[in-house]
Each structure stands twice: as C-alpha cells, then as structure tokens.
C-alpha cells in the first residue's frame, strides 16, 4: 500500500518548487540583461538626437464633450476620424460627432456598470462590457424601441467574471476579441454569438490574475497583446489559442493598459506601478522604461497609452489628472496637459488618437472629454529614422535566433 504524503509535506514540496521557480525566473531576467547593450533612449542620445518640443499652440484643446453624468470608463474613435463612443457609469454609451461636439446617440445600457466600448471597424456598431460579464453588441442603424432607447443586437455571454476591456479584429466587423477578470481573453465570432477561441485559464502559460486590456497587433491582426493584474503582458495568436507565445516581465503592478507600436514589432504598457515601458515581441525584451520622478515618491498610477502615428509620442493618462506627453525615442516627458487650465478635474481614466492622428480625446472621472488638435509636423517626424533606431540600436538583435526566451 503506497504511502501518502502529508499536508506539511506538499506544503514543503510546494515551497521548495516556488523557491526554484523564483530562483530560475531571477536567472533569466539577469540573462536578459546582459544581452542588451543599451535602451532607445541612451542610443538616440549617442546619435545626437535632441527632444521634441511643443510650443504653446502645437496642442490644442479645441472641444469639452459634456453629456455624461457620470464618470468616463473607456472611449473608442471610429476609423472616419470625427466620431468618439464613450461609456460612462452613468450607464450610458454615448456616440458624439468630435468636430461639432454634437451627440449622435445616447444609448441605455443593460448594465450600469460599464467599463469598456469600442466602435466596429464600419463604424456601424459599438460594443460593450463590463461587471455584468457580457459583451453588448449595438447596432447604430437599428430602430429604436417605444421608449426611444436603442434595443442590444447580440449579447456576448461566457465570461465568468467582469469584461474590461473589448477591440473589434481590425477590418472585421463580425469579430471581436475580449479581456476578462476570469484571467481569459475570448475571440468572438459576433454573427453568431459564439465563442471562436479562449486564450488562458486553464492553460499553464496564461495570466494568473484579472486581464485588463488588450490590444490587437495592427500589422498582423491575428496577434494580440494583454495586460493583467498579474504585472505582465502575454502576446496570443488568434490561430494558436492552447498557450501564450511570450510573456513580458518588468512591471510591478498591474498592467492597466497595452497598446501596440505603428509598426507592429513594439508594444508599450502602463501600470500601477507609475511607469510605461516598451518592448519588442520578437525578442521579449524590454527596450525602454518612463517614469517621472516624484519629489513625495507617491507615484501615480498610468490609467491608459496611445502612441503617435510614426510613434515618436506616447500619451499616458494618470490616476491623478495628469496626461504626460512623452518622446519614446529619449525618454523624456515634453508636455503635461494636466498642468494646462484647460486640463481635466480628475483621473484620467481613457485616451486614445483619431485615425488621423490629427487628434487627441481624453476621458476623465470629471464626467467630460477633451478633444486636442496636434499639430501633424510632430505626429510624422522623422518616422524612418525612428524605426531604423529602434531596429538596429540592440546587440540582443544578433543573437535572437540563438536564444530564445519564453
């Protein structure tokens, strides 16, 4: 008759296997290290590269969008450049005309607690999720009902926990991709209501806590990005749901937002922990890290990320009511728009650009969101000359091949 362990003996064992883990996981971030040579920002300065600058009328708030009684969650831009969607905790979506502040709809939702939109591709339809763990589709062209309130086209139901975040496959509107608090990410197919494939749970190389944002790879729609309150981001492939392709340490908090790079290759985060970061999917290195230093060491989280179309910008959103405009190639913080008088009473909650890049629409717990004119001369420069600092600037490069990390 074979002997069965005691509790304190798998206790021990448990512990042992956490040590060794642990021991492994800090060998390999050392690994890491070693091969990188640099970061973008010690690279741009050895090439004489000097900080964008901004002149008083280069970043214009041209428009407040007010209409939500509530606070702001998540805000979409529609890919024709002039319509915003909005989810407040008003418990409404609201879809706006930006050039002329005017709303299009106001949409009651079946749940109040919203925490995410985003518009199809056509632009015909807006999506939405939240603590009621269904992904609501609406049909913008739909008739209304006898109470004048726009009826739910498809219901997306399987989550067991909250959806915090949704993104439609670009160019598709009949699929869509969603993070959840169940620890999954789900790609729906949308005409019939199913569930296409989940990415994690059960699986060993998915996230251990709350997924809460993803991004779809605009160069290669079948690859995604995901933040989690487990401090990493995972990138997926659509075709291969079983396991993550790589998972991305540095973090230490949570990942609020993820958002891909222009070119596909890069991806930045932000989280908890009051900081933003870059890293490459090919190599899984980290390539850069922003922060700016607080004199009280009461660090801000970063609430949401977008870049500028060539990338030389990122925009970040802070817990506090800052929005730090930052120059990804040096590093370096050129702009708040939360020191500006035309800046938000609140945390900075959502962000995003227009299609164009020509705009910039922030969404607060102020209830309201602000839409800034950038000037394009920042938005296009020196675009090839970025890319080739960010592609050649790292000795890891030659030896990709030779080792790889997981």
């Known amino acids: 008759m074979e002997n069965k362990m005691s509790v304190a003996e798998l206790k021990e064992r448990h512990r042992a296997a956490t040590e060794t883990v642990n021991a492994l996981r800090d060998k390999?971030?050392?690994?890491?290290?070693?091969?990188?040579?640099?970061?973008?920002?010690?690279?741009?300065?050895?090439?004489?590269?000097?900080?964008v600058t901004f002149g008083p009328t280069d970043l214009v708030c041209c428009r407040t969008l007010q209409g939500h009684t509530g606070k702001v969650y998540s805000l979409d831009w529609t890919p024709e450049r002039n319509r915003i969607v909005s989810a407040s905790q008003d418990g409404r979506l609201i879809v706006w005309n930006a050039l002329t502040s005017q709303k299009t709809h106001a949409i009651k939702l079946p749940c109040a607690w919203v925490m995410t939109c985003a518009f199809s591709p056509s632009g015909q339809s807006v999506a939405c999720g939240g603590l009621d763990s269904v992904c609501s589709i609406f049909n913008l062209n739909s008739q209304t009902d006898r109470d004048g309130n726009l009826p739910v086209t498809r219901m997306l139901s399987g989550h067991k926990g909250y959806v915090s975040s949704c993104q439609y496959v670009p160019d598709e509107d009949s699929r869509l991709v969603t993070g959840s608090g169940d620890q999954t990410c789900v790609l729906w197919d949308i005409t019939t209501g199913l569930r296409t494939s989940v990415f994690g749970g059960e699986f060993q190389s998915g996230h251990t806590a709350d997924v809460l944002s993803i991004s779809i790879n605009g160069c290669n729609s079948k690859m995604f990005v995901s933040g989690s309150c487990d401090s990493t981001a995972r990138l997926w492939d659509m075709r291969v749901a079983s396991r993550a392709v790589r998972t991305f340490h540095g973090h230490e908090g949570d990942v609020n937002s993820v958002k891909f790079f222009p070119d596909g290759n890069r991806f930045g985060t932000g989280s908890d922990d009051g900081t933003c970061r870059l890293f490459d999917i090919r190599t899984g290195h980290q390539l850069q890290v922003y922060y700016q230093p607080h004199g009280d060491n009461d660090v801000p989280p970063v609430t949401s990320i977008a870049f500028s179309i060539s990338g030389r910008l990122l925009f970040a959103g802070y817990n506090n009511g800052d929005c730090y405009v930052w120059d990804t190639l040096l590093g370096k913080m050129v702009l708040n728009l939360g020191s500006l008088q035309t800046s938000h009473d609140g945390r900075i909650s959502c962000l995003g650009l227009s299609a164009d890049g020509s705009a910039l629409c922030t969404g607060s717990w102020d209830t309201n969101l602000k839409v800034s004119l950038l000037v394009r001369l920042y938005l296009c420069i020196c675009a090839r000359v970025l890319l080739l600092i960010l592609t050649n600037s790292f000795a890891f490069y030659k030896s990709q091949f030779q080792t790889s990390f997981s």
């Open 28 to 51: 390999l971030k050392q690994k890491r290290l070693l091969l990188l040579d640099t970061d973008v920002a010690g690279y741009a300065r050895s090439q004489g590269m000097t900080p």
